[in-house]
């Protein structure tokens, strides 16, 4: 079946957040992480399907949905995993919130590896815990991780109790590796540390025959000391229908993370559970052709950035968003020239990185072209 990427569908007027900020202005929005093409066909149609039913009372995630997760993880990842494993979440971003207050205690240290998706920046402070960082560095043409730093973080006083851990990386695009990923876990096992991994982006892998590898997944010292966070939201592209869920092997810090809950964390939207259902169950081939399109769309961002003075951007792994350097641009705050030559993007200054920008490259190829364009324009007057 032909899926069609290339047709541009309306947002504007459709409330929505993405297009919603530049109402009445010319910009074309590449900044949240969503993307401009409808949800695929085998999702639409179990949402009419359940609109139809007319009855919209409380509801849970039945064993078909719930076998449909199940099932997409052993057939994926070839990750094993049991029913009472899974805590259904109406978002990653309230999973991240919700390891802070379960998995540290108050005044208790959590460290996150900067630059990074901005959740895990302002999830340690809202929970009453305190924030360390350490940097990622690009080395040789790719983003890395700094182990000396991190293990230095690790064992400063107060030494963290959890680490949130962006994999594949939001937004420098890698999808860590088996090696860095056992140093990772070496290290936090070491010094007594929980990992909480978002991995939504995880279905998003641009590298032809790349295969994600869950954090949980390097061993059983690993699954026990971690809460995996997934979602069908960024790859089928349904994070309007507030659907999550936490994978916990360990059933002491799954009473901890549940406990954190407990009335607070409101009941999973029941069109959310349809459509994880059917996006695990039957978008296979819908996400392998948006794949395809995605490292096309990519090439054209890297082509683009690779002819403009002052810019540079190392290719992502991982992800639809392109993290650019636009420190020697000459821009005095890049994401507001941007903006004002007619494009929207992400400020690095909320990722914790000023002067570099974040380019969601989610969207048909004459959106992307037209935003180029405007971008090159501004470079190259």
Request: with cysteine; net charge negative; proline share 8%.
């Amino acid at each position: 079946m032909a899926f069609d990427f290339d047709t541009p569908v309306e947002r504007r007027g459709s409330d929505s957040f993405k297009w919603g900020r530049y109402a009445g202005r010319d910009v074309l929005p590449l900044w949240v992480a969503d993307m401009d093409f409808a949800a695929p066909p085998a999702v639409l149609e179990v949402l009419r399907q359940r609109v139809d039913h007319g009855v919209f009372g409380y509801g849970g995630a039945t064993p078909e949905v719930t076998g449909s997760v199940l099932q997409a993880l052993d057939r994926d990842y070839g990750w094993q995993v049991q029913a009472e494993w899974l805590v259904w979440l109406p978002g990653l971003v309230t999973g991240l919130n919700v390891a802070c207050r379960g998995l540290a205690g108050p005044g208790e240290t959590v460290l996150s590896a900067v630059p990074v998706y901005p959740p895990f920046l302002s999830a340690p402070a809202l929970s009453e815990r305190r924030l360390a960082t350490v940097p990622l560095h690009c080395q040789e043409g790719r983003w890395c991780w700094d182990f000396a730093a991190l293990e230095a973080a690790l064992q400063a006083d107060p030494r963290p109790s959890l680490l949130l851990l962006c994999h594949p990386h939001n937004p420098v695009g890698r999808a860590w590796s088996r090696s860095e990923l056992e140093t990772v876990a070496e290290l936090c096992g070491r010094y007594d540390v929980l990992v909480c991994s978002d991995e939504i982006h995880a279905d998003l892998q641009l590298e032809p025959c790349a295969r994600h590898l869950p954090f949980a997944c390097l061993d059983a010292e690993a699954a026990r000391r971690s809460v995996t966070l997934m979602a069908p939201s960024k790859t089928y592209n349904i994070p309007g229908l507030s659907c999550a869920f936490a994978v916990i092997p360990d059933s002491t810090i799954r009473r901890r993370f549940t406990r954190a809950m407990a009335g607070i964390v409101p009941h999973v939207n029941v069109l959310g559970l349809a459509a994880c259902g059917a996006a695990y169950a039957h978008g296979e081939p819908w996400r392998e052709a948006l794949l395809a399109y995605l490292r096309q769309n990519r090439e054209r961002v890297v082509q683009a950035v690779a002819g403009w003075p002052g810019l540079e951007m190392v290719a992502p792994e991982a992800t639809y968003l392109a993290w650019i350097d636009a420190r020697q641009s000459g821009l005095e705050e890049p994401a507001r020239a941007f903006e004002a030559a007619g494009v929207g993007l992400s400020d690095g200054r909320e990722f914790g990185a000023p002067g570099f920008v974040r380019l969601n490259f989610g969207c048909p190829g004459t959106t992307l072209e037209a935003a180029l364009e405007r971008m090159g324009r501004l470079l190259r007057p």
